[in-house]
Structure formats: C-alpha cells, structure tokens
Nanobody, 125 residues
Framework: QVQLVESGGGSVQPGGSLRLSCLASGRALSGKAMAWFRQAPDKEREFVAARGGSADASQYGDSVKDRFTITRDKAKNTLYLQMYELRPEDTAVYYC??????????????????WGQGTQVTVSA
C-alpha cells in the first residue's frame, strides 16, 4: 500500500517562492506518474503539474506554467513542486497524487488513486 505525505507548505508574500515535497512510502512507484493538484475554498480541484514515471515528461496547468517546476527524485521516492512568483490566487491546499496504472503525466484526477493529506499554501501581503 502506498502512502503519500506532503510537506513544505506555508505562508508567503506575493512574488515569493516555496518548495513542496511529497514523500512516497510503501509500494514502489517507479514507472508510474505522480502529480500535484490544488483546491481553493469553494473551488473545484485543479490540476497543477504531473511528472511521468520513466521518461520524465512533465505537464503543467495553464495558470502555473513558467512559474512552477515539478521534479522527482526516484532514489528518495520524493516528488517536488518548486513554486516561484507566487500570487494570491495560488492560495490553496496542495495535494500530491500517484497513479498505479499509468506512467504518462496525465491531467485527469481520476487517473490518480493514491492521494496525500494536503498541505496549505497561503499567498498574501
């Protein structure tokens, strides 16, 4: 059984940076896609970024492209999300997710069946 634990959230001023981490434990996820999603109050869950399992391909949501970078350290079983130029609209709970079926960095949340508990990111002056 796979467990995902996010860390690195917090409060930051607009224009600031944060790095989120997601540690995977349990069953090996090598070759499987992992992703970040976020959900703000009263809004639907939104795709942020995904990383492929083997080819290291990545995909980003339109609102974070060119500001966020997703990376993966397979030796450490850890997924990262480096966030730059943060904006108030980036405020949300950020969730790490893993797919057990695909290695492609897909956007669809239903393709990810393992989820972390989430970490809060707040961007305000």
């Amino acid at each position: 059984q796979v467990q995902l634990v996010e860390s690195g959230g917090g409060s930051v001023q607009p224009g600031g940076s944060l790095r989120l981490s997601c540690l995977a434990s349990g069953r090996a996820l090598s070759g499987k896609a992992m992703a970040w999603f976020r959900q703000a109050p009263d809004k639907e869950r939104e795709f942020v970024a995904a990383r492929g399992g083997s080819a290291d391909a990545s995909q980003y949501g339109d609102s974070v492209k060119d500001r966020f970078t997703i990376t993966r350290d397979k030796a450490k079983n850890t997924l990262y999300l480096q966030m730059y130029e943060l904006r108030p609209e980036d405020t949300a709970v950020y969730y790490c997710a893993a797919s057990l079926t695909t290695g492609s960095p897909v956007r669809a949340s239903w393709m990810y069946t393992v989820w972390g508990q989430g970490t809060q990111v707040t961007v305000s002056a």
